[in-house]
């Protein structure tokens, strides 16, 4: 596929299904993040997820309002 043709039909997806995600399926997303490039080719990654009430509340409140739409995913997470 060429590359402008990727970019063509790229999207920023802003809505989520609330359908949870298995433990075995963040599993393999995580394994395979690992080995995603990073800036600077500055591995390795470091995951932080957010699925208890309490975290995403304490997510909720640092999100700029801009991010808000975040808090629909059934998971929240970060990567660096």
């Not at 963040?26 to 500055?42: K, M, T």
């Amino acid at each position: 596929m060429k590359i402008a043709e990727v970019l063509a039909h790229r999207r920023s997806v802003r809505a989520f299904s609330q359908m949870a995600i298995e433990e075995d399926v963040l599993d393999a997303l995580f394994e395979a993040a690992q080995w995603a490039p990073s800036n600077g080719n500055r591995q390795p990654w470091r995951f932080i997820v957010l699925k208890s009430v309490e975290r995403r509340a304490a997510m909720a409140r640092v999100l700029s309002r801009g991010n808000q739409w975040a808090l629909a995913a059934p998971i929240l997470g970060r990567g660096w």
